[in-house]
């Protein structure tokens, strides 16, 4: 694969950036998408989650952004928040070196007015879910004659959420001479409608679409009792993390509630919850305040957490592609994965897709460690101060070892967002901590913080 400083219009200030990232070497989707786009065509990709897409269409976005210009010049639409903040979280990464460069996403679960708000003040990259967006044309709060650029992210997923009359709206509301940038795991019917009515001689570009087969061990099991089975492969497969897929919130919750009543350390994640909880979720799992996630589909797509090595379809999803976007959570980059999936007798017929390529288990040939438990070490304290009060990581790092004592190995993943800090700490010394925080300044300033459940 080449390098991105192959790509001679990339200033050395954003290679420098990039090389402090860890990214050096372009992936696939990365190699064949970035040029055509900066030469201004119309792209039409198909590749998975996982693929490096987000820097396919977020870094030429990001190069060619006028900042002395403070209108929206790019808008990327996304299925999900979860995968919207995931995208603002990457690119704001990759505009550290352009000054000034705001970053605004939009979606549900926070108020409108403090969006519109921010949109007043101006901003150059939009980041958002389709209702939002509709929400903002409607009330005028938001106007998209400045877009120079439209990326739909993961548009077969917005189209299976029924969505489609929506994104054709919202691109009617752009300039006829943007560049629409298409990028969707799935090459459906609906998709080709979209691409027509939407795109100008497209690119078409296809990489990555098939899951590696090496990197992802897939095995099934048959099953009466689905609880009592999944209980008997945590405890022989043992994993550090575990993602479980349910179909249903109901199940999500009642699932949750009978592994946590066993000693698990666990938490859900569905659409019922407010944004706020739904990033807390997703937090506590990925710095390991929880063990456990157990997750409807809102988190098969768009779900970016690091080494999550064990997947299990509690229920079985209900098609192929939700199946394949569920076990992808799993066996990211370089990393490998177990993805295992229950089903009973009168589910033979609606997993044949499942059971014709992956292993048929045996739960006789299972070691079982009954007296395993997939409890945590770490609690997860939350400090109300983040970028826009200026906190920095070092700051925490430093109040915590040097004015509060706390040895720096019992110090977790920190987290920094725009207006709270979240902490990972050994559970020896959390109440510690939050309580040393009542009276102990961090630069001067003190601060309010909490443990999280």
């Known amino acids: 694969m080449a390098s991105f400083e192959s790509i001679n219009t ?44 987000t820097l396919a269409f977020g870094l030429p976005c990001i190069m060619r952004t006028d900042t002395s210009n403070n209108r929206p010049q790019t808008i990327i639409i996304t299925p999900t928040r979860e995968l919207a903040e995931q995208i603002a979280v990457e690119l704001r990464k990759i ?85 629409t940038l298409l990028f969707s795991a799935t090459f459906p019917e609906k998709i080709e409608k979209l ?30 009792d689905k609880f009592k089975t999944l209980t008997t492969l945590i405890q022989s497969y043992k994993p550090e993390s575990l993602l479980i897929f349910c179909n249903t919130k109901a199940e999500v919750i009642s699932l949750t509630d009978r592994l946590v009543g066993r000693g698990h350390s666990a938490i859900d994640i569905h659409g019922d919850l407010d944004q706020r909880e739904r990033n807390e979720a997703l937090l506590v799992f990925s710095n390991g305040s929880k063990r456990i996630l157990v997750a409807t589909d809102v988190a098969s797509r768009g779900l970016d957490i690091k080494n999550i090595e064990l997947i299990i379809n509690y229920d079985l999803p209900f098609d192929k592609e939700v199946y394949t976007h569920r076990i992808g959570r799993t066996g990211r980059a370089d990393a490998t994965g177990t993805a295992l999936s229950l089903y009973g ?39 109300n101060g983040g970028k ?37 700490l050994h559970h020896t010394i959390a109440e510690k901590v939050f309580k040393a925080l009542k009276k102990t300044t961090i630069k001067k300033k003190k601060y309010v913080a909490w443990i999280l459940d």
Do not use: W
Request: with cysteine.
């Open 10 to 53: 990339i200033p050395q200030a954003l290679l420098d950036t990039l090389k402090t990232l860890q990214f050096t070497v372009m992936s696939e989707i990365q190699e064949k998408a970035i040029n055509p786009i900066l030469d201004g065509n119309d792209i039409l990709a198909q590749s998975k989650t996982g693929s490096g897409k």
């Open 95 to 179: 505009a550290g070196y352009k000054a000034n460069l705001k970053i605004l996403t939009l979606y549900g679960g926070v108020p409108l007015r403090a969006q519109a708000d921010s949109l007043a003040k101006g901003a150059h990259i939009l980041i958002g879910t389709p209702g939002r967006i509709q929400d903002h044309l409607a009330k005028e709060t938001l106007v998209l004659d400045s877009i120079k650029t439209l990326v739909l992210d993961e548009a077969d997923r917005m189209l299976d959420m029924g969505f489609y009359d929506e994104i054709v709206k919202i691109g009617s509301n752009m300039p006829r001479t943007k560049q």
């Open 195 to 224: 691409a027509k009515a939407l795109l100008k001689q497209p690119i078409t570009l296809k990489v990555d679409t098939i899951l590696e087969s090496t990197k992802i061990d897939e095995i099934v099991y048959e099953t009466s």
């Open 345 to 383: 007798s009168n589910d033979s017929e609606k997993c044949s897709y499942i059971t014709s390529q992956a292993t048929i288990g045996q739960m006789k040939e299972l070691r079982v460690d009954a007296a395993f438990k997939m409890i945590s070490e770490y609690d997860t304290l939350g400090i």
């Open 388 to 424: 826009k009060t200026k906190l920095r990581a070092g700051d925490i790092l430093g109040t915590f070892c040097k004015e509060i004592g706390i040895d720096n190995k019992l110090i977790g993943k920190i987290t920094i967002t725009e207006t709270k800090s979240y902490v990972a």
